[in-house]
T-cell receptor, first 111, second 109 residues
Framework: SQTIHQWPATLVQPVGSPLSLECTVEGTSNPNLYWYRQAAGRGLQLLFYSVGIGQISSEVPQNLSASRPQDRQFILSSKKLLLSDSGFYLCAWSSSSGGYTFGSGTRLTVV | RKEVEQDPGPFNVPEGATVAFNCTYSNSASQSFFWYRQDCRKEPKLLMS???SGNEDGRFTAQLNRASQYISLLIRDSKLSDSATYLCVVNIRNTPLVFGKGTRLSVIA
């Protein structure tokens, strides 16, 4: 069966520090992968998605970037975090049915 | 106009009540529809897909009205464990899913 792993679960980082969040998927090949962010009390905002290795589409211009170095690995990064980057970061992959399966998320607090 | 709109709630209902949520979408080219459930501080999980003919899963019934561009979710015999935020989701072919902001449900004993 397919599983999706996301870590860390929580993170507290100072303003200006770098960020790296990793997501891996098991049990499937060539999945579509997504990074979403959910700010406190708000909806899910699509940040990036990828349909294959090295293929990244950016939905929101900001100080975040994403990379897909391997088929089942999706990484979200930032060189310098802002206070506004705080939120709940969710990785997801899509199945043939069209629905998404989410990882358990990373709750990031920038202080 | 927002792509997917939902009443944020909260809907506070007693146990055993029937509650319905509606969701409207703006893009008539939307092809796939889903309801997700999100518990507090957890990831969203797929509750059910929504089919043109309507579909039922136990106490949950989902319906789609393409002409009016809205989706509904009906929960019968509400349980305390149904308390969560329900997200309406639409998809246009080959593009990422678009999530509504969710409707919060609180079932009270």
């Amino acid at each position: 069966s397919q599983t999706i792993h996301q870590w860390p679960a929580t993170l507290v980082q100072p303003v200006g520090s770098p960020l790296s969040l990793e997501c891996t998927v098991e049990g499937t090949s060539n999945p579509n992968l997504y990074w979403y962010r959910q700010a406190a009390g708000r909806g899910l905002q699509l940040l990036f998605y990828s349909v294959g290795i090295g293929q990244i589409s950016s939905e929101v211009p900001q100080n975040l970037s994403a990379s897909r170095p391997q088929d089942r690995q999706f990484i979200l990064s930032s060189k310098k975090l802002l206070l506004s980057d705080s939120g709940f970061y969710l990785c997801a992959w899509s199945s043939s049915s069209g629905g998404y399966t989410f990882g358990s998320g990373t709750r990031l607090t920038v202080v | 106009r927002k792509e997917v709109e939902q009443d944020p709630g909260p809907f506070n209902v007693p146990e055993g009540a029937t509650v319905a949520f509606n969701c409207t979408y703006s893009n008539s080219a939307s092809q796939s529809f889903f309801w997700y459930r999100q518990d507090c501080r957890k990831e969203p999980k797929l509750l059910m897909s929504v089919y043109s003919s309507g579909n039922e899963d136990g106490r949950f019934t989902a319906q789609l009205n393409r002409a009016s561009q809205y989706i509904s979710l009906l929960i019968r015999d509400s349980k305390l464990s149904d308390s969560a935020t329900y997200l309406c989701v639409v998809n246009i072919r080959n593009t990422p899913l678009v999530f509504g902001k969710g409707t919060r449900l609180s079932v009270i004993a």
